[in-house]
């Protein structure tokens, strides 16, 4: 795995073109694991581009969020300008200790606890601090109420609209806790760059500080709003995800590589040589994700519709 203060990440694909070749319009990246097929814009009011942003449109944003994810009453509710801004800031809450981070995970919140002057441990027991990332990044794995520890308890749910009944959404209301969504993942709008903050009304007030006034952009409140309250569209997705996630499991498993574990919205391959499949894809300009923790493990988020053909003639070449 890479150091405590390093980032790795999916993306990268001005890199990739770099040294590839092509724009990043030619390419297909599924190094990340965004809906492919991202909800569909709503129309906006003229003022949410050229009004700052209005406290009414944001008390709406919490309302359809409180609904949507079914939070405990008591429980306070903040917009951030995406999970990764909270991420950063949450370490400041309380002073540095030690912090217990399963492993293998999505590294940004040992990067930033790191950054912050904690010490990242491997132990639960003794630990100031938790981070549970529910479902796991990349191996998908769920986490169960007993697991959380700590004063300080993180449940990162950024993947976890996939499975809403197996949201730890009910943890919110335990002293200390905090639960995290993101809006790029699951409704496929990265850049609109909106998360949540959801659990420890102490805490967040905290976090709401720190983030100062207007935080959260016009059209994101907006947009955000909008797509919460679409319960029709979310269920319609699931079942496309759980579809299109079967669909590249055969796809690789013809190739060659065995499926190991992720969500719908990404799916983590065991092979013999996981750069050599990386290699292999982008001469074909198709990004893939690796792990500098484990040389076997290959990441592939879903193809959009017009991207299937394309990837099933790269893994037949």
């Known amino acids: ?24 319009q030619a390419w297909l990246d599924l190094s990340t694991g965004i809906n492919p097929v991202p909800y569909p814009m709503p129309a906006l009011s003229p003022d949410a581009w050229t009004a700052l942003p209005d406290s009414a449109a944001r008390e709406g944003l919490i309302t359809a969020a409180r609904a949507f994810w079914q939070v ?22 309380m002073p540095a200790g030690r912090v217990h981070i399963p492993r293998p995970t999505y590294n940004e919140h040992a990067a930033s606890f790191a950054q912050a002057g904690w010490e990242i441990v491997d132990a639960a027991p003794g630990a100031d601090a938790s981070v549970h990332v529910h479902p796991n990044n990349p191996d998908g794995r769920m986490w169960e109420d007993g697991d959380l520890t700590g004063p300080l308890r993180i449940i990162d749910e950024s993947f976890c609209d996939i499975a809403p009944e197996q949201s730890l959404m009910q943890q919110a209301g335990v002293p200390g806790t905090l639960i995290l969504k993101s809006f790029g993942k699951f409704w496929g709008l990265a850049g609109l760059r909106l998360g949540f903050v959801i659990g420890d009304p102490g805490l967040v007030a905290q976090l709401e500080a720190r983030q100062g006034p207007w935080a959260v952009a016009g059209p994101a409140l907006q947009i955000g709003r909008a797509a919460l309250a679409d319960a029709d569209w979310a269920v319609g997705t699931r079942a496309r995800l759980a579809a299109d996630a079967h669909r590249l499991d055969a796809m690789m498993q013809d190739a060659g590589a065995a499926q190991v574990g992720g969500t719908p919205l990404f799916r983590l391959f065991d092979v013999a040589q996981a750069a050599d499949w990386q290699d292999r894809l982008a001469r074909h300009h198709i990004w893939s994700r690796v792990f500098p923790y484990n040389p076997r493990w290959l990441r592939l988020g879903l193809p959009g519709p017009e991207g299937w053909e394309r990837l099933s003639r790269a893994l037949s070449t």
């Open 1 to 24: 795995m890479s150091q405590h203060g390093e980032r790795d990440h999916g993306g990268g694909l001005d890199a990739a073109a770099r040294l590839y070749g092509g724009d990043r």
């Open 72 to 93: 405990p009453d008591g429980c306070a509710v903040l917009p951030v300008p995406g999970a990764s801004a909270a991420i950063a800031q949450i370490p400041g809450l």
